[in-house]
């Protein structure tokens, strides 16, 4: 897999710093600075300390599965386009060598539903699933059945757990800044959001 992350923090070499400090327990394989430079930390062959506890699929230990990118931005702010073009002249590389299909290309807040939220609710999703480097839908709908939409999240990926928590963690990517109950949208782009490329991990 590959989990994309923002690094909340004042610039690119600070996060850098933060993540090649031992005390601190945590690492990434990428970081991409806002202007597009690309920082190497970890090589990709080596587990990095950057996806925590989550789920994605059967997955469990996402981080001897996956390759982190920290982004630089606040979390509240638009990814630059530097930034953003920068992240996909990486990734067909990564996605080649590791054999990661686009279905595998997700968010922390994915995997880690109601305990992350990055790379959050300004990040241009919609960008990497016209590259082809992750997937989405933007189809609409009316119909609510909620038993439907929980089945949806549990066939993309989603880990167990409340609705609630499970609803926002979808729409932080596949339907960004929609609020309040379950609506037809969300589930007629759940129904929508093709997995079938995605391998299993037995």
Same mark, same amino acid.
């Given at each position: 897999?590959?989990?994309?992350?923002?690094?909340?923090?004042?610039?690119?070499?600070?996060?850098?710093?933060?993540?090649?400090?031992?005390?601190?327990?945590?690492?990434?394989?990428?970081?991409?600075?806002?202007?597009?430079?690309?920082?190497?930390?970890?090589?990709?062959?080596?587990?990095?300390?950057?996806?925590?506890?989550?789920?994605?699929?059967?997955?469990?230990?996402?981080?001897?599965?996956?390759?982190?990118?920290? +982004? *630089?931005?606040? $979390?509240?702010? !638009?990814?630059?386009?530097?930034?953003?073009? %920068?992240?996909? /002249? #990486?990734?067909?590389?990564?996605?080649?060598?590791?054999?990661?299909?686009?279905?595998?290309?997700?968010?922390?807040?994915?995997?880690?539903?109601?305990?992350?939220?990055?790379?959050?609710?300004?990040?241009?999703?919609?960008?990497?699933?016209?590259?082809?480097?992750?997937?989405?839908?933007?189809?609409?709908?009316?119909?609510?059945?909620?038993?439907?939409?929980?089945?949806? +999240? *549990?066939?993309? $990926?989603?880990? !167990?757990?409340?609705?609630?928590?499970?609803? %926002?963690?979808? /729409? #932080?990517?596949?339907?960004?800044?929609?609020?309040?109950?379950?609506?037809?949208?969300?589930?007629?782009?759940?129904?929508?959001?093709?997995?079938?490329?995605?391998?299993?991990?037995?």
């Amino acid at each position: 897999m590959i989990v994309l992350h923002y690094t909340a923090m004042l610039s690119a070499e600070a996060a850098c710093a933060r993540l090649c400090d031992p005390e601190f327990e945590v690492s990434a394989h990428y970081v991409i600075g806002r202007d597009g430079t690309v920082f190497q930390l970890v090589n990709e062959e080596t587990r990095a300390w950057h996806a925590g506890a989550g789920q994605w699929r059967d997955f469990t230990d996402v981080n001897s599965r996956s390759i982190g990118i920290e +982004l *630089d931005n606040d $979390g509240f702010s !638009p990814f630059s386009a530097p930034l953003m073009d %920068a992240l996909e /002249r #990486l990734m067909p590389g990564i996605m080649a060598r590791w054999a990661i299909p686009a279905a595998n290309v997700i968010g922390h807040s994915d995997m880690a539903p109601g305990r992350k939220v990055d790379p959050g609710p300004r990040f241009d999703w919609a960008r990497l699933v016209r590259g082809g480097f992750a997937v989405g839908s933007d189809a609409v709908g009316d119909v609510v059945d909620a038993q439907a939409f929980a089945a949806a +999240l *549990d066939r993309i $990926g989603y880990p !167990p757990c409340d609705p609630e928590t499970r609803l %926002a963690a979808f /729409r #932080l990517r596949h339907n960004q800044g929609a609020t309040g109950p379950l609506t037809g949208t969300d589930c007629a782009r759940a129904a929508a959001v093709t997995v079938n490329a995605a391998p299993s991990c037995a």
